[in-house]
């Protein structure tokens, strides 16, 4: 196996200099096509997690989604009237783009001053990215592969720094009798979800399971397009060297794959489902650096 080394700036340059979208150039009609044919059942299985003040995990240094209605049923009760007995309610969400089930854009993560395809970081000001923004982001739709390290390792949750290296993914994929290849977007198990269920915030944040640079590595050099996690940040906590992010910045920053964060796998994985048709898209936001997604696994 390759080591984690050949990760850094792997993508730079593979789709032009100018290019913005990464990995999500790996997918296209055909994949979409191919995709579609594994569904047989009509089965959807939603990904995201209900957003609230208490159904949202919501780490300390980011504020929670918030709801304010603008018009109300006390309006109403007040004396409000519209033409003809029309009766509407409105409201309003501020939530942030990193909060809840969510997906990194490229201009989320950078070192060096430069993020994917060498863009300076400075392209990213105030008013949002210039360049590597969520807006250059398609709906991702392809084959779709969970990898069930719950199930692979015989326990319900894995331990808080316990890491996923390759040699366990590839292991996983094998004992579950699945391939990974070029554009296909993988979700990863580990049970870690069920902490915040079961203990609430500070011990969901406090650390993590997840990816090691080594299953960095094997899932980059098989040309996935994009992985997802039920932990809060992909990668395992504490990290291997002690530094912050590795796995984010080999990932993002050298080789344009996308991050999709605290998604619920539990009810796919209860179902024994492996291969699906993944279907999701972020919020179209100019500039933005990540957003909130509901994804779907149809089988």
């Known amino acids: 196996m390759t080591g984690p080394v050949c990760l850094r700036e792997r993508n730079w340059g593979r789709w032009g200099a100018e290019d913005q979208r990464g990995a999500a150039n790996l997918l296209g009609p055909k994949g979409v096509a191919a995709a579609a044919a594994l569904v047989t059942r009509g089965r959807v ?5 209900p957003i609230g003040p208490r159904s949202t995990p919501v780490p300390p240094n980011r504020a929670g989604p918030q709801q304010f209605m603008t018009r109300d049923g006390g309006d109403f009760a007040a004396g409000l009237r519209r033409r003809g007995g029309f009766e509407t309610t409105d409201g309003v969400i501020l939530i942030g783009e990193h909060v809840g089930t969510h997906i990194d854009a490229l201009a989320h993560v950078s070192d060096e001053g430069r993020m994917f395809n060498g863009h300076a970081l400075t392209e990213v000001r105030s008013g ?61 198990r580990t049970g870690w979800l069920s902490m915040f269920r079961e203990s609430g915030p500070r011990e969901f944040f406090a650390a993590e399971p997840g990816l090691g640079m080594t299953g960095a590595a094997w899932l980059a050099e098989r040309d996935v397009a994009a992985i997802g996690a039920d932990n809060y940040g ?3 906590v504490p990290t291997e060297d002690g530094q912050p992010g590795p796995v984010h910045r080999a990932l993002v920053r050298d080789c344009g794959l996308y991050l999709m964060e605290m998604l619920d796998l539990d009810a796919l994985a209860g179902a024994g489902v492996h291969e699906f048709m993944f279907v999701a898209a972020p919020l179209p936001i100019t500039g933005g650096v990540g957003s909130p997604i509901n994804p779907l696994a149809i089988t």
């Open 45 to 49: 299985f939603p990904l995201g997690l």
């Open 128 to 188: 949002g990215a210039a360049r590597c923004g969520i807006e250059q982001v398609p709906a991702l739709v392809g084959r779709g592969v969970l990898l069930d390290l719950c199930a692979a390792r015989g326990r319900p949750r894995l331990e808080p720094g316990e890491v996923v290296g390759g040699a366990d993914l590839a292991a996983c994929a094998e004992a579950q009798g699945v391939s990974i290849g070029s554009g296909d977007i993988v979700l990863l």
């Open 234 to 236: 992909i990668e395992v």
